[in-house]
């Protein structure tokens, strides 16, 4: 028998209804025919916390970091994975099973989620991989017959286990260090670091205070008014400096205002392809423009889409071509498209004669773009946000079968004394794909879908009305060169800084980081990690973990998003001090880059796995001893001042969040110092501490001892009250009472 071990159930699901032969479902797998289908949840396994190696990693020291741990790493089970775990396990060491089929999803991470389980098994039989993109039937069963030894994937396994392995190394000891070093400076809180979240942070940092300390330049900016043929045509002085002087712009305006202008005009007859399917990144880009949406929602959503529906291909894909044999199923595809809407959203013209740019297996990666499948829907059974989505990607895909718009671009030179002024016209022949896309709106309860304008020339569209008399093909075979200034426009504006990120153009910006980095070597690596990848150009992350490192900003309150359609992004003071007290290497992209020369070492079989574990230990070991004296603090409680410790005076209070609620203690509890006091109102109390009262009121429950008067702090209100408890709660009396009138309440509620 024949053991599948795909990456989901739905992924599992779907491998055992593309074979042939009678289905027994059973706990956790599926028996078809003489094969055997089970699956992981994703990740199963994870790396085992310190502790579990040495119990005194439990309680965090900065004596104790780096943290010695013992490689290789434990791999344990997932708690709720347990189970699954067992059954898998179980079946790769049945004795019918001869062979085992790896069906991870087709990239770094895939291969590892299945190795991992595989390694865990310490199984020694046969293994193959099948690479499986798209979920139909057809498509698994053609990826069967493609199958090629896991071992041609050694290079990728080892370099993604190291990888992941580095990942942890950096983000346990790098997490520990500053967060405990804050604790020692009067800070509270987990100060969590990553080689890909931090960055990403930093990139929002950098932009903002970029924003905040821009100084304006003021400058004139030129237009001039141009005069053919009693049309009027605007277009701006050419100029390599912006001109500052009032009298220099003023100058200018009184040499050119109504002097003759030699024109020189240039054609070149061009087209404007229709956009390439969606990856993931531009599919979270346009929705959040569109409509709002958040990355890891868009993530969520394709998920239930390709998984639950098997309505798209694979959602995580960084790329946006298609591969070529994949043209041949596309009228399938169309005709499913034409059942699913009842509405034409494209699919009714489209030509399968036409074969677009994105056919082209020599820009693929391990995915291809998203697109429909060959899956009959009834879209009343999708939500509205999946609608939607479904829609854009369906659109995406039916562009590929559109011509090209034709347009004619005019370049118009007017040359007045030494001064240029130039300007772009265009005028469209066939609008092609953009007649049928321009206007078209999802499904009908959605809103409108996006206007599609890619071509890269900016063009000057003031003064319409009067162009709309010119005829510039005219005006060339004419070989006018004639034209008069009429007028010179001055108007005095200011530089402006790049604006905030939103949402959209901070996904945009993680796939090209590599543009703000100025040392050349660590620039040429990441533009060599993605020269592979169409759309990514020197990023970071991945398109499926971006979203994911994002919301850990959110939710460890380093940055915030605004909760409108825009989402703007702001850094909030946590945000700021962390990049501020981190080292570039922490906080900049040269981490990522520096890893993927190692990685491509390992997958050549040029660097050990075990070598470049050993170059992370010691760059952590590096790491610690030059920042440990180090005063970083931020996050502070609410108490405006700082508050020295009253007990060693040398600790600063700190509040905490405890078992039973919020209390003040020293940061040098390290060292020996036990002080606590009770918060009231985000302060401490620092009152002179009274011994408990023991009233002359005997507990009416035991009968033996007397009421002692005590102090406590609401929960709810955060405000003081008295209640009385018995002498006598040592040897388990448990009666207690609220005071009344200066008096324990005997008739009110105990307990």
């Known amino acids: 028998m024949r053991l599948f071990i795909a990456e989901k159930p739905e992924l599992g699901r779907a491998i055992a209804e593309a074979m042939q032969g009678t289905q027994e479902s059973k706990q956790g797998h599926i028996i078809k025919g003489d094969s055997i289908i089970t699956w992981a949840f994703g990740h199963i396994l994870k790396l085992a916390e310190p502790e579990s190696y040495n119990q005194a990693y439990e309680k965090w020291n900065l004596n104790s970091l780096p943290l010695a741990l013992p490689y290789p790493f434990k791999r344990i089970p997932i708690p709720n994975a347990k189970e699954q775990l067992k059954t898998i396990t179980n079946l790769i060491n049945k004795s019918e099973v001869k062979e085992i089929i790896h069906c991870g999803d087709a990239d770094e991470e895939g ?40 071992s041609n994937f050694k290079g990728l396994s080892q370099s993604g286990f190291a990888r992941s392995e580095a990942d942890f190394i950096v983000g346990l000891n790098a997490t520990r260090f500053y967060t405990l070093l804050n604790k020692r400076n009067g800070g509270q809180g ?67 205002e109504n002097n003759a202008a030699k024109l020189t005009i240039s054609k070149e007859n061009k087209k404007e392809y229709p956009p390439l399917p969606f990856n993931l990144l531009e599919l979270q880009a346009e929705c959040s423009k569109l409509f709002g949406y958040s990355p890891d929602s868009v993530l969520d959503i394709t998920q239930t889409l390709r998984e639950k529906h098997k309505a798209i291909s694979y959602n995580r894909s960084d790329c946006q071509y298609l591969p070529e044999n994949l043209y041949a199923e ?283 574990i050993k170059g992370i230990h010691t760059f952590i070991a590096d790491l610690i001893n030059t920042n440990k004296e180090s005063n970083m603090s931020f996050n502070q409680a609410e108490v405006k001042e700082q508050i020295k410790c009253p007990k060693c005076e040398n600790g600063i209070l700190r509040e905490i969040s405890g078992k039973y609620g919020k209390f003040f203690s020293c940061s040098n509890y390290q060292n020996g110092c036990d002080f606590k006091a009770k918060s009231i109102n985000g302060k401490p109390d620092l009152e002179p501490k009274q011994e408990s009262q023991t009233s002359e009121y005997q507990c009416p429950q035991c009968k033996k001892g007397f009421l002692i008067k005590k102090e406590g702090i ?38």
């Open 190 to 256: 987990v100060v969590s670091v990553g080689r890909v979240q931090t960055p990403i942070l930093a990139l929002i940092v950098n932009r903002e205070l970029e924003n905040k300390n821009h100084k304006s330049l003021e400058y004139f900016s030129i237009n001039g008014e141009f005069c053919i043929k009693d049309s009027m045509i605007k277009a701006p002085l050419k100029q390599e400096e912006k001109i500052t002087e009032e009298l220099e712009a003023t100058n200018i305006k009184n040499l050119c």
């Open 714 to 751: 609401s929960k709810k209100t955060n405000k003081p009250y008295t209640w009385y408890g018995c002498s006598e709660f040592k040897n388990g009396c448990k009666f207690s009472c609220f005071e009344k009138e200066g008096k324990p309440n005997l008739e009110g509620n105990d307990g």
């Open 111 to 150: 291969q590892i989620l299945i190795d991992e389980i595989l390694e865990y098994s310490k199984t020694n039989k046969p293994i193959l991989r099948c690479l499986i993109n798209d979920i139909t039937p057809k498509a698994i069963q053609k990826a069967l017959t493609q199958m090629q030894p896991n």
């Open 330 to 612: 596309s009228p399938q595809i169309i005709e499913c498209l034409k059942t699913n809407f009842k509405e034409d959203i494209g699919q009714l013209n489209a030509n399968t004669s036409i074969k677009g740019k994105a056919f082209d297996d020599s820009k693929l990666s391990a995915h291809y773009g998203i697109i429909p499948l060959q899956t009959k829907l009834n879209l009343e059974d999708l939500s509205e946000n999946e609608r939607k989505i479904y829609t854009l990607i369906a659109q995406r895909f039916l562009m590929q079968f559109y011509p090209p718009c034709l347009y004619e671009s005019f370049k118009l030179r007017f040359k007045v004394k030494d001064y240029v002024f130039e300007t772009t016209k265009r005028q469209d022949l066939d609008l092609g794909f953009k007649g049928t896309f321009e206007n078209a709106e999802s499904h009908r309860d959605t809103s409108a879908l996006p206007k599609y304008d890619n071509n890269k020339v900016q063009y000057d569209n003031n003064n319409q009305s009067n162009e709309e008399s010119l005829d510039f093909n005219t005006l060339l075979d004419s070989k006018e060169d004639k034209a008069i200034c009429k007028a010179i426009i001055l108007s005095k504006e200011k530089t402006k800084p790049r604006p905030l990120y939103t949402m959209t153009t901070l996904l945009k910006d993680l796939n090209q980081v590599s543009k703000y980095v100025k040392d050349e070597r660590i620039k040429k690596l990441l533009l060599e990690k993605d020269k592979d990848k169409k759309g990514e150009s020197g990023g970071i992350g991945t398109p499926a973990t971006r979203s994911n490192h994002i919301k850990t900003l959110i939710e460890r309150e380093y940055i915030s998003v605004s909760k409108d359609k825009k989402q703007n992004i702001k850094v909030l003071q946590k945000g700021f001090k962390l990049i501020e007290s981190l080292p570039q290497m922490l906080s900049g992209v040269d981490m990522t880059a520096l890893w993927y020369e190692q990685q491509k070492e390992i997958q050549k079989g040029l660097l050990s796995k075990e070598e470049f």
